[in-house]
């Protein structure tokens, strides 16, 4: 079965005198914002800073002043800020930041990025990117332009491998794994010590954990299926030094990094990134806001395809 | 303004016992034809051997035994093939093979290969397969299996160019070229020495032109537009020795290049692709009915994308 594991994400600052989201919001607020996009809330951890909402396609996370929802599949995220904007009205929102990576099969998508920024334009007035070439990976990404200022010390880290080694994919496919032997396979007790890790593995295949630790987050999607393998990490703290980690358990074939503020992110990633990956897209803008984005990808030229692969078989002609 | 050229392309081949193509056809049946798709003659010319037309977006090459349909843009050529199939029933199609090239904005197309095929299979049985992995470069391909072998010694080339140079691009645009300048800066007379040719400049970018032989046929198919340029290059012969020419004229980012029966391709593009660019896929399947498909990509590292597009003032945003 295909799932679309490219991922929306939006990022909400507010004026946290005007409205806390931490105290300030009952979690039924929380379930209709999740389901106003298509998806569900299926559990919670919290710390003294922040919430994580565990979702049926992804993530939430709540601290006083911000939010972060993550949806993936056929979701339609803009649809979670319109219901936020209605119920608190812009006087609130200090901040909209929007973004959206490039699908798998984006013509299984309910709208595209620029429908969705048209949305968005109908409350807000912004500006809008493409970090990487149309037809090879790339990241939009709409920020709203109101005299806000970003705290560049707020950086951001987000990590995607796609078409994971054969063995990866069977492991992570073969139905009977337990949330416990893929924390063990990602080596998260180890990686993130002393985080409140709440996960949930999907039936029949993918696996979602969320983990806290005060005001940091990181959070994990895995889609593995063999033909459209999806895993992302994302966190707000630095993830660089995982990859060799990353590599080793999944041997993707690409992975691509979007960090925002991370300002010695090419050195970093040189010592991190083993010689068979070559960078194939490095793009980089520091938005009217303030915030340094920094788009890459890196591709192994040795796992390149090198099979046709029939479609009688293969489940993209059914789901699609 | 934002245009699709990635193409999508039929070949269709009858027994000419039970129907010729080239004689016992009258014009107003192709016309028919080319409109179900969503696209228009705009003029023809003929050899002793073949017909061409050349369309509103793209063209049709017909032979007695065999035709050829290339449309571009949102058209769907899959009503063609069921035009065809419903005016003359599947009793004098000896094979039906369907193509199509990874779009720039899938989005916007009405329908994808998947449901193209789940048409096609309404009417013949066939097998299907994807060249290329699904979030890069990639073809589709469909064909009819029905016992009909191919002859090897048919073969086909054709050569897309991806995001050419700013200054190809800004010639290609700048809405005063002729047909004759454009001939001339593609070298068409040197290249292609007595071929009879039909050509069209079209209003704002574009430009399309085809060339017949006897047997022979090529076609040039150009979308100039910077952000989504797509420069395709086809024919029944061997094209693989204009690729140092098409590169020095366009000098694009990234080149597909994908045939049929063409059994010394890799040694042949080894002498023929200037170093910076790199073989990024190359996928080879030898189709039951006996054709050798192979499907190649290399892009050129030095140019890769490290800008960021806003899309305030592009017009993707404004065409999607």
Redesign the interface.
Known sequence: MFFEGSEKKVQIIVNEKKLSLLTGIADAFWHGFVNSSGAKILSTIESNHCKAFLLSESSLFIWPHKLILITCGTTQLIKAIEFFIHEFSLQPIEQILYQRK?E??????PS?F??D?KVLREYVSG???????????HN?LFHQENGYKANINDKSYEIVA??ISHSASRLLTHGKLTANEIRTLFQINELFPNFTIDDHVFHPFGYSLNGIKNENYFTIHITPQA??SYISVSANFDLIALLPRLIAILDP??IDILTSNELNFEEKVKGNLPPPF????????TLSIGDE?L?SSY?Q?TK?????????T?N?????
Do not use: M, P, W
């Open positions: 490039n798998y099969f984006s013509y299984a998508q595209c620029s429908q920024i500006a809008a990117y493409r970090f990487g070439a149309v037809d090879s990976h939009y796609y078409h033909e459209s074939t690409t070559v960078c194939t897209s490095l793009v980089k803008e984005i788009f591709s030229k390149q395809c090198s099979e046709a692969i029939s479609l009688a293969n993209e002609i059914q789901s699609l």
